[in-house]
């Protein structure tokens, strides 16, 4: 492994003697460390920790972050996962005092608009997925599936169809599908994809049965494709006894023109933190509310919301799953979506669906002269190239693909899924980019499937500018350094 630092670490920085903070001298009788800690637990010698003044203290976190890729630095084409800018103001309503400073174990008298807010977002969730009942509680999206896989269960049961306990799920999945089904119990059934990268109709009729619990659909689904058969997937499922659950991580592409209920769904997650305004990523609060249609309102995870009369108070329904998470879920990114919604409205929503659709279809176009199109029709809000003919002419893989933008400070695109897709690089360039980035990334594409051509060997060895270059992956993976130590 290469390495290439711009800027000292903070251990070569140390000098003896230096420091950035001094304790104050005690006022109270000191009391030898061996009264407080067992002797054994002791160190022989003090940790090699760094002396450093505060400054460097500071410019060291701060060189840190300016290495960090994020959509405040770039460019973030993430397929599947709809890394967008999300509106400062939006920042500033989640860190009001009336917001930010409450706690769950208030009486509800003194929070009332709070819970107006979970009200009426439950409310307008509800209204864009078209169904009828919803809970605000679960973390994230994968959460969100678990949650609603729990209320399909318990519907099934309480009908005495317990034994139903498959779920048929496309191979273009994303993957907390299966694991979510494998948590709650049930056996995965996979339907292949046809020659448009829908579900297999015709496979589909041969795999529903008695057994079947539901189908597990995202659409557009992570090809970014809508799905043609729709209706009558929905009818084939819902005949069989079975119920629709739409995973909502591409939600980004219909908001406004398709409703998931109208298409036959009975249960939709939505992940707030990808659509809705939250920053996704970094490990911060996402959150995964789940909307169903009336005959499984009953069994949401509670407390939930109600209005009665002018005031808003908890509720649980009659045959409520239980709690899926501590309080009421992640508050302050239901803030920020509700002022999301409320600031587009139902013509802006729809505006952000169709923009995002029309970069996509405009990168797509702009570059499968250049990378293969395994699906070549219109697309949504994201779509997929291959690698293949970059490999199979100069060797060179999409993971070289990749390595070789963060030469050019983009943050490379979603590689090797779906997995339906050999060489697979998924774009997303969402709504809130201007056409000169999609351009300037188009033009970075293009150079670099040049470069595949009449100089391999730069691509196969990028990154090159970054401060560590190439990783040894297969070491990395199973030999990790997780920590600094001492040479």
């Known amino acids: ?28 009788p000191e009391v030898p460390v061996t009264e407080l800690i067992p002797s054994d637990m002791l160190r022989e010698e003090p940790p090699a920790l760094p002396e450093v003044s505060e400054l460097e203290v500071m410019r060291h976190y701060t060189q840190l972050s300016r290495l960090n890729h994020g959509i405040d630095v770039g460019f973030y084409p993430l397929g599947s996962c709809t890394m967008k800018y999300n509106p400062r103001v939006h920042e500033d309503i989640a860190s009001m005092p009336g917001f930010a400073a409450i706690h769950p174990y208030q009486p509800e008298e003194t929070v009332q608009g709070a819970l107006e807010l979970m009200y009426n977002l439950s409310e307008h969730l509800a209204v864009i997925a078209g169904l009828d009942a919803t809970t605000l509680q679960p973390a994230a999206g994968a959460h969100g599936e678990l949650t609603g896989l729990m209320v399909m269960k318990a519907y099934h049961e309480q009908r005495g169809e317990g034994h139903r ?10 993957g907390t599908n299966p694991a979510s089904c494998a948590m709650v119990g049930y056996k995965v059934v996979e339907v292949p994809s046809n020659e448009r990268g829908g ?33 009558e997937i929905a009818e084939l499922i819902h005949d069989a006894g079975g119920l629709l659950y739409y995973d909502g991580a591409n939600a980004n592409a219909i908001m406004g023109i398709a409703r998931p209920g109208d ?76 002022a999301y919604i409320l600031s587009h409205g139902p013509k802006g929503l729809r505006e952000v669906s169709e923009t995002a659709v029309l970069h996509a279809n ?14 070549d029709r219109t697309c949504m809000h994201e779509f997929v190239l291959s690698g293949k003919w970059q490999k199979d002419k100069h060797g060179v893989r999409t993971l070289d693909i990749a390595k070789r933008l ?15 897709v050999d060489e697979a690089i998924m774009i997303e360039p969402t709504e809130t980019e201007p056409k000169s980035t999609l351009d300037e990334f188009i033009e970075i594409m293009r150079q670099i499937a040049e470069e595949a051509e009449t100089n391999p060997e730069i691509v196969k060895s990028a990154p090159h500018t970054t401060p560590l270059r190439r990783l040894d992956e297969s070491r990395a993976a199973r030999q990790p350094i997780l920590r600094w130590q001492k040479d």
Do not use: W
């Open 1 to 28: 492994m290469t390495k290439r630092r711009l800027v000292p670490l903070i251990f070569e920085r140390s000098t003896p003697g230096r420091r950035g903070y001094r304790l104050p001298d005690l006022d109270v």
């Open 165 to 174: 306990n498959e779920m048929i799920i496309p191979d273009s999945a994303h």
């Open 199 to 231: 579900v297999d109709v015709e496979a589909l009729k041969g795999l529903v049965g008695p057994n079947t619990a539901g189908l597990m659909l995202t659409n557009p689904n992570t090809l970014g494709l809508f799905d043609e058969n729709i209706c």
């Open 263 to 338: 298409m036959g769904f009975d249960i939709v997650h939505f992940n707030l933190h990808k659509t809705f305004s939250t920053p996704h990523g970094g490990g911060g609060p996402g959150a995964g509310p789940i909307v169903v249609c009336k005959e499984l309102a009953q069994f949401l995870p509670g407390p939930v919301v109600a209005k009665e009369g002018d005031r808003y108070t908890f509720v649980t329904p009659e045959n409520s799953i239980g709690r899926v998470r501590s309080f009421y879920g992640n508050f302050l990114v239901y803030a920020r979506a509700y």
């Open 362 to 375: 405009y990168m797509a176009s702009k570059l499968k002269d250049v990378y293969q199109l395994p699906y």
């Open 406 to 420: 963060l030469d050019y400070g983009y943050h490379a695109p979603t590689v090797y899924f779906p997995m339906v």
